[in-house]
Every structure is written in structure tokens, then in C-alpha cells.
């Protein structure tokens, strides 16, 4: 692992710390090209968006004696999947996560299962602008080490996404109950609408 990688990573020594420093990085809009960037070169560029801050959170995790371990989330159509990392402390589940809304945050250790923590996501989950609430299924935990090179290649991490959008994913509950869920109230939408980083800022 490059030192520059190393040394900024060895100091989050807490999932609480790793969040922290997520939240921290400006949100990567891609204003240039899609990205999927490792570790060091998300670092390099300082800005990510989810799946590059799930994996700078594993590579952090990785340096503390966690295990580099992603979940994903598969949506309906028309809205976008999210990637979380995972930690466990106590035979509990949390999850580290890079959003630029005011939901999919990060989840405390207080899940006894990959399922609880997976359905808390639920109710967060909907399109802006019609309240719909879009997440059907979630991964078995993905393993980074499968790809040598995660933390470190100078190109883009595609191979790992697609292993990770491939990877055995169970439904949150039958489709019919998922089609059937309530919307989100135009006053929940109102609240969870504004973002973090803003697509004209020039650090994005």
C-alpha cells in the first residue's frame, strides 16, 4: 500500500472515524467521465461518490484488522444501486456509507443480522420525486480481497463493481409487497431533497 494511502488510513481507527472522513470528501458527480476508483487514486483526486467511498471505508477497516467487506443494494427500475461497507462489533452489523442526501447514512452496530440492517434502509429508499420507495434486494457480504489489486490500481475498479452487482442478492420481501408500499409523504420527500455537495461546486 502506497505510504500516502497508509498514512492518512491508519489514523480512522473507528468505523465512527472512517464515516467521518467520508463525509468529509466532496461528492464525485463524475463531471468528467463515469469513475470506479481504488482507494489510492479516490484519495489522489479527493472527491468520491458511493461505491468508491465503500471502498476507501473497506481499505480503512482493512488497516484496523476488519475484514474489507461490501453489501450492495439492487433497486427498481429508473432509480440508482448503493454500495455500504460493513463492520461488526459485539456479533452486531453496521454499515459505512457515502450519500450526498440526508438517507442510506450510516448505520451504528446495533444489527444482529445482515437482514435487519439491510431492511433499515427500507423506508429511506425511495425516488425524490414521486416518493416511490425503490429497494428490492440486498448482496450476501462481497469480499474485496477476491481482487489483489483493489486498494491500489491506477484503473478503474470496473471488474469489481460488476462482480459485486453479480454476486447472490435476496429480495427484501415478495415483489407484491414491495409494489404495494406506501409512499413517501411529500413532506418526507421535502426534507430528504436538499444535498450535501452541490453539482456546481468546484471541489465535486
Known amino acids: 500500500m502506497p505510504d500516502e494511502l497508509a498514512r492518512t488510513l491508519k489514523k480512522l481507527r473507528t468505523p465512527e472515524r472512517v464515516q467521518d472522513f467520508l463525509d468529509s470528501l466532496p461528492y464525485n458527480y463524475e463531471k468528467s467521465g463515469e469513475t470506479c476508483s481504488s482507494p489510492v487514486v479516490a484519495l489522489r483526486r479527493g472527491s468520491v461518490h458511493c461505491l468508491e467511498g465503500a471502498f476507501l471505508a ?17 433497486t427498481a427500475p429508473g432509480d440508482q444501486d448503493h454500495a455500504v461497507t460493513l463492520f461488526k462489533r459485539d456479533g452486531h452489523w453496521g454499515a459505512i456509507s457515502k450519500t450526498n442526501h440526508a438517507v442510506l447514512q450510516y448505520r451504528d452496530p446495533v444489527h444482529r443480522t ?3 440492517l439491510a431492511v433499515s434502509y427500507f423506508h429511506e ?15 450476501i457480504p462481497f469480499h474485496l480481497t477476491r481482487f489483489p489489486k483493489w486498494m491500489t490500481d491506477e484503473e478503474d475498479l ?9 454476486t447472490r442478492h ?9 409494489k404495494n408500499s406506501r409512499h413517501a409523504t411529500s413532506f418526507v420527500r421535502t426534507v430528504y431533497d436538499p444535498t450535501e455537495w452541490s453539482k456546481s461546486d468546484p471541489r465535486t
Open 58 to 74: 473497506a481499505a480503512a477497516l482493512s488497516l484496523q484488522g476488519d475484514k474489507p467487506l461490501l453489501m450492495n443494494f439492487l
Open 125 to 139: 429508499y425511495f425516488l425524490s420525486g414521486t416518493g416511490r420507495k425503490t429497494l428490492r434486494a440486498y448482496s
Open 114 to 116: 445482515l437482514r435487519e
Open 158 to 166: 470496473w471488474e469489481v463493481a460488476h462482480a459485486l452487482r453479480d
Open 170 to 178: 435476496t429480495p427484501i420481501a415478495p415483489i407484491h409487497l414491495l
